[in-house]
Each structure stands twice: as structure tokens, then as C-alpha cells.
């Protein structure tokens, strides 16, 4: 099926700048993101909280898509409110107007260039690949979910859509180096829809290195939810390297190691200020040799 309708989304979480800023650049320059077969539109998802310099007013926007949120009346907040009318202007979601959603972000942790895969279609899974032969820092990160149930943005798309999360970056900040990253990769995103409508993609390999999602773990706190710790020194900023039992992974706030446990994983989302809401301090993640379905 052919691609057409293509959503460029940013300001998702409102403070995350990057994404803002590149739309505002291609409003001003379209020619950089026209493509013969395609129809790009751009959406500047949540300006309220970008007003407001925050992730989000009242809940996290990036996890109310899940169908039943969306056809609930009940969740009327302000994010569950948005994200109805997200709805309607790429939706519906059951029969999306849009046939693809690039969404992009920016993460506080050292993950360099991440494409999070949120499924396992073939399409998504093959831009991914295009993208990382393009750019082979490019990390894939894995979590396919069930695109009704699944509550991202990207899910909002006929054919699914690309999560591009860039980092380290600060909250409220402007990397250049970060800004051209995820430029970049989203004209490879671009070039590779346009190539797969023209029936003219390259020759890509049967499979990639990955990481998939498996669990994420608590900051150390007391039975009170109080907080008593934060990463280790030596945890920090080692996203996507591995971590075995014994390992230190938290520091409590007078100064003692607290080991990781459990069987070898790799890291993710290392001390992200965004989760702090609910009190994560890493993903764990597993490396995979991920397949392209034909
Ligand atoms: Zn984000």
C-alpha cells in the first residue's frame, strides 16, 4: 500500500525543543521535507505545555492513544483532552487519516540516535534498517506493541509511525549536534518512504543488532515512596552498555553502592529526568538480532 499522508510530529512533551524547532523550520523551508509521492504535514502537538516550558500539563501526552482512552469520556484532563483532538486531525484511530507518524523527541539520558520501534511491521522495521545503514550510530529500540492498545502518537498512523528520541539533552535546551541528528534522520525517514513508493529501496540486511525493552527499575526509595538515592556514577550515562549482577547501579544520598541483581541486561534510559514522575531510574533491555519481515 502506498504511503502518502505523512505527520511530522513535535512538542510532544512540551520541553522537549528540538522537535518544535524543526518544525518551525520546515514551515519556513518545505522544500526540505517535499517528496514527489508524498503529503507531509506538520503538528506541533502539545503548545499549551510548551507554553508552560513542561513535559505536560496533567499527564504525559505520549501515553493516552490507546483506543479505550481515547473513546473514554471520562478522561477529560487536559493531555486526555489533546489527545481526542489529535485524534480527529490524524485520526480516527480505528481508520487513521494519516498513513505514517514520524514523532520526535529528545531524552535527558546518553542514548545518542534511538528509533524506537513501537511494532512489527514490516514498513517500520525497514526504515529503521534504512536509517541506521545511512547513520550506523543509530540504536534500534524495540518494544512492538499492539497498535490500538498501544498508547503513543506513533500509533496514531494506518502503517504505524517512527518514535526518533535524541540525547543527551537537557530539558528546555537546544543542542545543535542533537537538532541535526534528528533532522537527519528524519529525511532518511522521508527518502525512505519516498524509495519504498517508487518500489526502489536498496538492498537491506536481513537483520540489525537491537535492544528490546524488557523492564524498567525504581529509584531506591522507603516504604513512604521518600526518595533515597539516585544512579551510580558508574552507571551513569552508560545507556545501551551492559550491566551484570553485582554491578553498581543506585547510590543512596550518603554515599553507599547499591549493586544491581539479576541476570546480564543493558541499559536504557539511564537517569531520565522525565520518568523521575514515577520514580524510574533505568530500563533494562536485552540485545537482540533483530529480523525484517518480509
Ligand atoms: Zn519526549
Known amino acids: 500500500m502506498t504511503i502518502k499522508r505523512v505527520a511530522l510530529v513535535g512538542g510532544t512533551h512540551g520541553n522537549e525543543l528540538t522537535g518544535i524547532h524543526l518544525l518551525q523550520h520546515w514551515q519556513a523551508n518545505p522544500q526540505e521535507i517535499a517528496r514527489p509521492s508524498l503529503e507531509p504535514e506538520l503538528l506541533f502537538a502539545n503548545p499549551q505545555a510548551n507554553r508552560a516550558m513542561k513535559r505536560y500539563l496533567d499527564q ?22 489533546r489527545a481526542k483532538v489529535i485524534n480527529q486531525l490524524l485520526g480516527p484511530k480505528e481508520q487513521p487519516r494519516v498513513d505514517f507518524v514520524i514523532d520526535l523527541h529528545t531524552t535527558t539520558a546518553n542514548m545518542g540516535l534511538t528509533l524506537v ?10 526504515m529503521a534498517f534504512y536509517i541506521k545503514q545511512q ?36 530539558q528546555g535546551l537546544l543542542r545543535a549536534d542533537i537538532y541535526q541528528l534528528t533532522r537527519q534522520a528524519c529525511l ?6 519516498e524509495l519504498y513508493n517508487q518500489g ?17 527499575l525504581k529509584l531506591p526509595q522507603d516504604a513512604n515512596g521518600q526518595r ?15 550491566i551484570r549482577d553485582g554491578d553498581p547501579l543506585f547510590m543512596t544520598f550518603d554515599g553507599q553502592s547499591i549493586a544491581y541483581q539479576g541476570p546480564e541486561r ?11 514522575d ?17
Open 135 to 170: 547513520m550506523p550510530e543509530a540504536v534500534l529500540f524495540y518494544e512492538p506493541k499492539e497498535r490500538l492498545e498501544d498508547n503513543f502518537l506513533t500509533s496514531m498512523g494506518r502503517e504505524n509511525g517512527l518514535l526518533i528520541e535524541v540525547g543527551p539533552c537537557p
Open 188 to 193: 532518511h525517514a522521508l527518502d525512505y518512504l
Open 117 to 126: 520501534l513501537g511494532c512489527d511491521s514490516p514498513l517500520v522495521i525497514g
Open 60 to 81: 504525559d501526552l505520549n501515553r493516552q492513544f490507546a483506543l479505550k482512552d481515547l473513546q473514554d469520556p471520562q478522561l477529560s484532563q487536559y493531555e486526555q483532552s
Open 228 to 242: 533515597l538515592g539516585m544512579v551510580h556514577p558508574q552507571a551513569q550515562d552508560r545507556d545501551f552498555q551492559p
Open 266 to 276: 543493558y541499559l536504557a534510559f539511564v537517569n531520565e529526568a522525565a520518568y523521575y
Open 278 to 294: 514515577r520514580n524510574i531510574g533505568v530500563s533494562l533491555m536485552q540485545a537482540i538480532r533483530l529480523k525484517r519481515p518480509s
Open 200 to 216: 526502489q529501496l536498496p538492498e537491506l540486511p536481513d537483520e540489525m543488532p537491537a535492544f528490546e525493552y524488557l523492564d524498567c
